[in-house]
């Protein structure tokens, strides 16, 4: 199974930006790929995702306001969240499905990003 390493949470204050990162242990090219979130006393959520032919979809709550991507050469995953408020606050996890084995779905340990004046 690949490994995975988020990076780039942290506290912003709303209206704000981050740029969340994870970092793949070997080729991504063939996984579907996404981000996920878990806030405090609530189930864990999908953020978006990112097929491996580059496909993506949304959550409705972030639409408009987050960019998924990803970059097969550096093997990284990036969330780009815009617009940033206090009901965002969560710990983000990424994933990644190998798109031939799709019971096997890797998960990164998470990165907070907390929204707060």
């Known amino acids: 199974q690949v490994q995975l390493v988020e990076s780039g949470g942290g506290l912003v204050q709303p209206g704000g930006s981050l740029r969340l990162s994870c970092l793949a242990s070997?080729?991504?090219?063939?996984?579907?790929m996404g981000w996920y979130r878990q806030a405090p006393g609530k189930q864990r959520e999908m953020v978006a995702t990112?097929?491996?032919?580059?496909?993506?979809n949304y959550a409705d709550s972030v639409k408009g306001r987050f960019t998924i991507s990803r970059d097969n050469a550096e093997n990284t995953l990036h969330l780009q969240l815009n617009s940033l408020n206090p009901e965002d606050t969560a710990v983000y996890y990424c994933y990644a499905t190998p798109i031939y084995y799709t019971a096997y779905t890797s998960w990164g340990q998470g990165t907070q990003v907390t929204v707060s004046s």
């Open positions: 070997r080729s991504i090219t063939l996984y579907s």
């Open positions: 990112i097929s491996s032919d580059s496909i993506t």
